[in-house]
């Protein structure tokens, strides 16, 4: 792979120090504004339209994350106390899937689309050209810091220049992509800035052709600030997910696969079910079935396993710890440590008013509601805002068929969590607006531009759509729209 065309801008990334000589991680406005407009310029010139320069920036990204791999893990073991296995599995392999994957399609991404034509364009060509947007935004999250910033950059490498706002939650995580990033991709089209949740509306109005968010919190202003410049936007929106268990489903099975992704990253995941809808038969086998589970993953005293991540920080420990006390009945866990931002626990009792159901947990908790059938389940559920993702586990093909048919959210996952959002064939979001991974990251970074490429000949024939109009003009072209409709099933127009 060829060096970067063009020197570091480390010196646009350096710490900004305070007067007392303290490192203060932020990119100033001005600094905003000289890297938009050094990353617009060399969109204007070409520079990402070439095949050849878009592949080596995503293999460039592989090569980073390959590098770097124990710099990341300790990166988000000071931020999350992620555990080296989480990390590598849940966001480096993730990411390095979605680079290789684009790079093996982006020939095909790239190539014009033919679309039908109709008798009277049957001698021209119709496409469908994706063309690049320009500048993005990206916005992380500090739930998932690596994967949220680096998979949709994927589609955006895979089209336009980018600008990357890690979340300052994450602040290790964020300056170790502030650091590399510009030592791996091209120094003029990619960037990273450190600003913090009130900075971010204020860069969004510096006007880019796309913002791509993920937050339901902060998502209303982001968007916000994006209208007031017509910029487009991709929101990924959590919301609270659903598990429904079923009485007729494998109670161990279940517990296991709800148990890891109640629970990896400290529950810190916008896919991660936020509450079991369980049928009434089966909720003192599953809460029995999740205590084992627990203990059988992180051993008698949780806080001091190595595989059991923390809280980001006191703030959303603090908000989580209010309401949990205020929550249902502790049936497992319980145990609250703030120091240690520890505070794994299965709530059972709980009912729709409790605070605990009113928002987005974002932590180690696990609520439980009962039901006495799927038929309420489903409407518990569709009374809701809708969720980022439904997960159901039952036996019954037609239990799993009712719930992924009859309620909406952005993904279904049966008999598992998580994984669907893991898939670079299916699209992460659509709970908000807009999705992307794989091929949705290249179109939702993409316009769609419709060519129609056509010759002169055959003037005889379009001759009848010009003025001055006849009668008889009219109605031969009526009748070539009457036979259009029975042979294509549309009207054409000459």
């Not at 109005?205 to 202003?221: A, I, M, P, T, W």
């Not at 249902?328 to 319980?334: H, L, N, P, T």
Request: charge should be negative.
């Amino acid at each position: 792979m060829s060096a970067p065309p063009s020197p570091s801008p480390a010196r646009w990334f350096q710490a900004l120090r305070t007067r007392l000589g303290e490192p203060c991680l932020k990119t100033y406005s001005l600094e905003c504004v000289e890297l938009l407009r050094r990353a617009r310029e060399a969109f204007q010139a070409g520079r990402t339209l070439k095949e050849s320069f878009r592949l080596a920036q995503l293999e460039a990204v592989v090569q980073m994350l390959e590098e770097h791999e124990c710099d990341f893990v300790d990166a988000l073991g000071r931020d999350l106390h992620k555990p080296r296995f989480e990390t590598v599995v849940s966001e480096l392999i993730l990411v390095k899937n979605e680079a290789l994957h684009a790079i093996n399609n982006l020939k095909k991404w790239m190539q014009p689309h033919p679309v039908e034509r109709n008798l009277s364009t049957s001698l021209d060509e119709c496409v469908v050209i994706s063309e690049p947007l320009g500048v993005v935004f990206i916005i992380g999250t500090w739930c998932s810091p690596v994967q949220m910033c680096l998979v949709p950059l994927v589609g955006a490498i895979a089209a336009n220049c980018a600008i990357i706002g890690p979340s300052e939650c994450t602040a290790h995580t964020s300056e170790l992509l502030h650091r590399l990033v510009p030592f791996y991709l091209d120094n003029e089209c990619f960037h990273v800035i450190l600003a913090g949740p009130t900075d971010l509306p204020d860069v969004v109005e510096l006007k880019f052709d796309h913002v791509l968010f993920s937050s339901r919190e902060e998502g209303g202003r982001i968007a916000q600030a994006a209208a007031r410049t017509l910029t487009p936007v991709t929101l990924i929106l959590g919301g609270k997910n659903p598990c429904y268990v079923d009485q007729h489903c494998d109670i161990n099975t279940t517990a296991q696969r709800i148990a890891w992704a109640c629970f990896q990253n400290a529950g810190q995941s916008l896919v991660a079910p936020d509450y079991i809808l369980c049928h009434a038969d089966v909720k003192a086998r599953l809460v029995q079935a999740l205590k084992c589970c627990l203990m059988q993953f992180y051993g008698s005293d949780p806080k001091e396993s190595r595989s059991f991540g923390r809280m980001v920080n006191v703030e959303v420990f603090s908000r989580t710890r209010d309401i949990l006390w205020r929550s249902g009945k502790v049936a497992v866990g319980g145990q609250v440590i703030e120091a240690e931002k520890y505070i794994p626990t299965i709530l059972t009792e709980v009912s729709q008013s409790d605070p605990i159901m009113q928002q987005e947990i974002f932590g180690p908790i696990l609520p439980f509601l009962t039901v006495d059938s799927v038929d309420e389940a489903i409407t518990f559920i569709n009374k809701q805002e809708k969720p980022l993702c439904v997960y159901a586990y039952s036996s019954n093909s037609k239990v799993i068929t009712r719930l992924m048919s009859e309620t909406s959210s952005g993904s279904f996952c049966s008999n598992d969590c998580i994984l669907q959002s893991m898939m670079v064939a299916l699209p992460f979001g659509a709970s908000g607006m807009g999705s992307f991974h794989g091929r949705y990251s290249f179109d939702t970074f993409s316009h769609r531009k419709s060519c129609l490429l056509r010759g002169t000949r055959f003037e005889c024939i379009t001759y009848l759509r010009y003025p001055p109009y006849e009668d008889r003009n009219l109605s031969l072209m009526a009748w070539a729209s009457t036979l259009s409709q029975k042979s294509q099933g549309w009207c054409q127009i000459l």
